[in-house]
């Protein structure tokens, strides 16, 4: 209870920091992982910007929601490593700053022993094609898994992901089919996936909204409810691939 606690925690944290980021940039703006690792390598480096509670907030949360769960988002950390190389390498760490600074690459240094070199699967040119077309959402949350051969965690994983998404961009605290109906309800959305103003958006909209729902309903519930499936590789791929359609969808909403 306390995880999933954290979880929508984590998800209002996200989308606060996603509307002051752009109410400064004056643009609409997608928080993924690689951009959130800026904007907190960025604060941890003394760089002042309007978003920086924001920021520490949402760190806090995510740091609690690892030391509870003892589930590490590497992905997530090895964005934040590659920004602080390329801060330290540019000199952009501020004076006042070098201690935290030092402090964070070696907390950085700590999620990631052991994962310096990439798994050997990840060499093979089948894997790196299947890896191209997926969304960022599915990659950090599912890729890992799908390469270890744990094929329905992999698919779980990548569902649970677009839920999480939705309540990341929304701020709404609900779940599977009522968060969908409610973030792209053609009425009154959250989030507009094409213009209302023609009878072809609202089609668009709405057909999606019954796309969404029917991914949680469909793929996300069963996997959830029971460890038995028959899903192989090819499966599990193509479940990947239809994820990320969606994570993209999200991810090119402009929210209400």
């Known amino acids: 209870m306390q995880a999933q ?8 944290a996200r989308a606060a920091l996603m509307r002051a980021y752009e109410a400064c940039q ?3 703006i997608h928080l993924d992982l690689v951009v959130q690792a800026h904007l907190h390598c960025r604060y941890i480096a003394g760089i002042a910007m309007p978003y920086d509670a924001q920021i520490e907030a949402l760190e806090v949360l995510e740091q609690q ?3 509870l769960t003892g589930d590490v988002a590497l992905a997530r950390w090895r964005a934040m490593r590659a920004n602080m190389r390329d801060m330290i390498n540019a000199g952009a760490i501020r004076a006042e700053s070098v201690d935290r600074a030092a402090e964070f690459v070696a907390l950085i240094d700590c999620k990631l022993a052991g994962d310096d070199e990439p798994p050997l699967q990840e060499k093979s040119s089948g894997l790196e094609a299947l890896r191209e077309l997926l969304h960022p959402v599915v990659i950090d949350s599912s890729w890992t898994q799908y390469q270890a051969g744990h094929l329905r965690d992999a698919v779980l ?6 839920g999480d998404f939705i309540r ?3 701020g709404l605290a609900l779940d599977g089919k009522a968060l969908v109906e409610q973030a792209l309800s053609p009425h009154q959305p959250r989030l507009v996936l094409s213009t209302l103003e023609t009878e072809s958006g609202r089609n668009d909209q709405s ?3 019954q796309i969404f729902s029917g991914a949680f309903v469909g793929v996300r519930n069963p996997k959830a409810h029971s460890l038995a499936h028959d ?3 090819v499966q599990a791929a193509q479940y990947l ?3 990320s359609l969606l994570a993209r969808r999200v991810a090119e909403a402009q929210p209400v």
Do not use: C, H
């Open 5 to 12: 606690k954290l979880q929508i925690l984590i998800g209002s």
């Open 26 to 28: 004056q643009r609409p």
């Open 65 to 67: 929601y690892e030391d």
């Open 157 to 162: 994983n990548a569902f649970v992901a677009i």
């Open 168 to 170: 990341a961009r929304t």
């Open 207 to 209: 057909g999606f909204m």
């Open 231 to 233: 899903l192989d590789p």
């Open 241 to 243: 691939v239809f994820a």
